[in-house]
């Protein structure tokens, strides 16, 4: 390997140069986690004996104007704030004398290598602003420095599993922790997506004061003072979380807002009201309309006759104030003004955060359920989908305020909005996950990366490890226990290359893998036996192709059982697309106990086996979805029973049957979705003129570059070109997309071959466009909604 210079940026990924970084000798003396425990008792009872005052005076001065707030806090909440305000004072404050309780202590103290080690590297470190750029759940987090740039990638076991790409962090890094790389030092504060952008202007305010203001003056320095300021904004999300204020059509502030009136003639006051022009009656309740600043016509307010009473209601003060003097104008001495109220809906919004915050409550907890008493979610999710489709579609060609009027597709273009663009994405992905999170209908925005040029953030040459490998190298033990049983079969009477695979009853009764599940292998036990039979088969793996995936999703299964034979007896299937991908997040946030619900995948793996049991074949389908965290694959089988007549669609008719309904809404099931596929690409893998690219994995990568399978692939490439899928998927899109595309798409087909032909196997006549040039299509279904 060849040697690092000094120069050149530290391995470790922090962002710095290797002599400021690992390099430097003096971060060579490294620490315990027995080293920091101790370290920061010794601390603490020399604080409580000489510093007790300038510790009082440094939390003052972190809590501000929250002080007297501070016994609100829930405890769940109070352990973060008192993370960082252990740091801050006495790793970061100057008082009076100015200087820092750490350089007292450390000039004063006695101590170990290893102690004195982990205080040096906190003595350096500063809190800061930090963009979650990916996070691995249960392992990692990957930070980019929000002001400073510069991206490093951290040990992080719980918040890797909480928070999600693109959210935003202010935490202290230190280059080297206990684990011998980098890691987050005591104290992580979450700052909320609506709040995210005020708080980065803010930070760079206070940078160029403190920069301008002493000369000479380290970045680090200036850090050193901030932690104030993140710890205000974090507690003030809480005790005073910031509420966007509605506004109406006008600019006004949106407050509901009633008028009332006594009435002492009310039939005078009913035919008033019927000759105003701008006021339209059906029954007892008159519509008051006008124009808005725009010029456009909309609802003002109404107005209600309740017996011998009027009441106007409007969304605003101002419109109350100019609907009164409306109604005393044209009804004259038929009214007398009784009373105006007001519900500050800002206020009530506020108050009902701040409450469920302080009582350690999810914002969601009391969300209701749309399941009863409302639409099945099988009709309201593709309803949902598909208007957040037609929505963002169009919205990257209209002008946004966050990109100073520009489209999204401009600002891709231009060097000066890019990454506010690339930022505006960021955040859409982020309320993907969220939704997932909540179990809410998810729409995954990732299309837009290739559709405004800004890059594929998930571009991968080779497919990550498979769920064989993660298994092997999480459970020690479990690699060699399965090539050697796979070796023991491969060698017994009877071993047949095309039909052999393990058995349940056979798994059942091995003595080696019951030995191995009943000691410390037992969280290898729902893997073993694919495990056990892609060892058997020589891993045979197919990696389908991003637009092959797609093309096969818009393939009718129209196959019988007999139709449907797999290259192997057992074999996988590798997905890396965001089509596949999305479908299996989306399935995975139903299970709301399973530990990878909510969380971005890196690769679908779908072990395939044919089994034979009672005389009746049928295929053994097991999905693996892996986020590449600490968290073994996430499995999902089904067992398709392949009676030579039976039609395969059957089976997604019965385990995920459309709503039956007229028309019928779009199929985005993702059970039916992510079988189809599947079994689409068993059959294309099986087909006649299909020849798969054998690929190994590459010979050399980056330092960073991210893990990947050891094991050769059959690659399965796209027979269309992905610009013309990219249409497709626009068109998709489009307002009434999906009604032009049954009227204009030949979806794909299996076609059999003819009795006199030699080779017998199915053809794939993939989806086709049969219409008007898709281009005028598209635009034409944008002009039509305009």
């Known amino acids: 390997m060849a040697k690092i210079g000094r120069n050149e940026p530290c391995p470790c990924g922090s962002g710095k140069k290797l002599k400021k970084c690992c390099g430097d000798p003096r971060a060579a003396a490294a620490y315990t986690g027995i080293d920091r425990q101790n370290a920061l008792e010794r601390l603490n009872q020399w604080i409580d004996v000489f510093a007790e005052d300038d510790w009082e005076d440094a939390s003052d001065d972190l809590w501000g104007h929250y002080l007297d707030q501070a016994d609100e806090l829930p405890p769940e909440l109070m352990q973060f704030s008192q993370a960082v305000e252990d740091m801050w004072c006495a790793f970061d404050y100057l008082g009076e004398r100015g200087e820092r309780l750490i350089d007292v202590f450390m000039a004063e103290a006695e101590l170990g290598d290893g102690e004195r080690a982990f205080l040096t590297a906190l003595r350096t470190s500063s809190m800061r602003l930090y963009e979650i750029v990916d996070a691995l759940p249960g392992v990692s987090l990957t930070l980019r420095d929000a002001i400073e740039g510069g991206q490093v990638t951290v040990k992080e076991r719980t918040g890797s599993r909480t928070i999600g790409r693109h959210e935003y962090v202010a935490a202290r890094v230190v280059p080297r922790g206990p684990s011998g790389g980098p890691e987050i030092e005591a104290g992580l504060l979450h700052i909320p997506g609506l709040i995210k952008d005020s708080v980065v202007a803010q930070l760079r305010e206070h940078r160029a004061h403190f920069l301008d203001e002493h000369r000479g003056a380290s970045i680090d320095e200036f850090y050193k003072t901030m932690p104030p300021f993140f710890h205000d904004v974090w507690v003030g999300s809480f005790l005073d979380p910031y509420v966007p204020t509605p506004k109406t059509t006008d600019g006004e502030d949106m407050i509901p807002t009633e008028v009332q009136f006594d009435v002492s003639d009310p039939e005078a006051v009913s035919?008033?009201?019927?000759?105003?022009?701008?006021?339209?009656?059906?029954?007892?309740?008159?519509?008051?309309?006008?124009?808005?600043?725009?010029?456009?016509?909309?609802?003002?307010?109404?107005?209600?006759?309740?017996?011998?009473?009027?009441?106007?209601?409007?969304?605003?003060?101002?419109?109350?104030?100019?609907?009164?003097?409306?109604?005393?104008?044209?009804?004259?001495?038929?009214?007398?003004?009784?009373?105006?109220?007001?519900?500050?809906?800002?206020?009530?919004?506020?108050?009902?955060?701040?409450?469920?915050?302080?009582?350690?409550?999810?914002?969601?907890?009391?969300?209701?359920?749309?399941?009863?008493?409302?639409?099945?979610?099988?009709?309201?999710?593709?309803?949902?989908?598909?208007?957040?489709?037609?929505?963002?579609?169009?919205?990257?060609?209209?002008?946004?305020?966050?990109?100073?009027?520009?489209?999204?597709?401009?600002?891709?273009?231009?060097?000066?909005?890019?990454?506010?663009?690339?930022?505006?994405?960021?955040?859409?992905v982020a309320i993907y996950q969220n939704a997932l999170r909540r179990g809410e209908p998810a729409y995954d925005p990732s299309w837009m990366w290739a559709e405004l040029g800004l890059g594929d953030e998930d571009a991968t040459h080779h497919p990550p490890p498979l769920v064989y490998e993660r298994v092997a190298g999480a459970i020690a033990g479990s690699g060699d226990l399965v090539r050697a049983v796979a070796e023991r079969i491969r060698g017994a009477p009877g071993f047949d290359e095309v039909r052999t695979i393990l058995t349940p009853e056979a798994e059942a009764i091995d003595l080696d893998i019951q030995r191995f599940v009943r000691g410390d292998g037992s969280a290898a036990t729902p893997y073993l036996r694919m495990m056990i039979d892609h060892e058997l088969h020589r891993r045979k793996t197919f990696w389908v192709d991003e637009s092959l995936a797609y093309m096969l999703d818009q393939t009718e299964l129209d196959v019988i059982g007999s139709e449907l034979r797999i290259p192997f007896a057992s074999f996988a299937l590798v997905f890396t697309d965001r089509h596949v991908l999305s479908l299996a997040e989306r399935l995975l946030a139903r299970q709301r106990d399973n530990p990878l619900a909510g969380h971005l995948l890196r690769v679908a793996t779908v072990d395939v086996a044919e089994y034979q049991r009672s005389g009746r074949r049928g295929l053994d389908i097991c999905f693996a979805f892996d986020a590449l965290g600490a968290d073994l694959p996430a499995l999902v089988r089904h067992e398709i029973a392949l009676d030579d007549d039976a039609r395969v669609q059957a089976y997604l008719d019965t385990i995920a049957p459309l709503p039956a309904i007229d028309p019928p809404p779009p199929d985005t099931d993702p059970v039916r979705g992510l079988l189809r596929i599947t079994i689409n690409a068993i059959l294309y893998a099986t087909s006649a003129g299909v020849a798969p690219e054998r690929r190994s994995p590459p010979s050399s990568r980056g330092p960073r570059a991210r893990p990947i399978s050891s094991d050769d692939v059959f690659y399965l490439p796209g027979t269309i070109d992905i610009s013309r899928v990219r249409k497709l998927q626009e068109l998709e899109r489009a307002p009434e997309g999906r009604v032009l595309m049954r009227r204009h798409m030949v979806r794909g087909h299996w076609r059999r071959a003819a009795k006199t032909w030699t080779d017998q196997r199915l053809r794939w006549i993939e989806p086709h466009w049969k219409g008007p040039d898709m281009a005028a299509v598209i635009e034409r279904a944008y002009r039509l909604k305009a």
């Open 271 to 428: 035919r008033a009201l019927d000759d105003c022009t701008e006021l339209e009656r059906d029954g007892e309740i008159w519509t008051w309309t006008g124009k808005n600043h725009e010029g456009k016509l909309i609802i003002l307010g109404k107005v209600e006759r309740r017996g011998e009473r009027l009441v106007l209601e409007t969304l605003s003060v101002e419109r109350a104030e100019r609907g009164r003097a409306m109604l005393e104008a044209i009804v004259g001495g038929c009214v007398r003004h009784r009373a105006t109220s007001h519900d500050n809906l800002h206020r009530a919004v506020k108050e009902s955060l701040r409450a469920k915050y302080l009582r350690g409550e999810d914002i969601e907890a009391d969300k209701p359920d749309t399941q009863d008493g409302g639409l099945p979610p099988e009709i309201v999710e593709p309803l949902i989908l598909g208007q957040y489709a037609t929505h963002y579609r169009a919205w990257i060609d209209e002008p946004v305020p966050a990109l100073d009027g520009a489209t999204p597709r401009a600002g891709a273009r231009d060097p000066k909005l890019r990454q506010r663009t690339i930022e505006l994405v960021q955040g859409l």
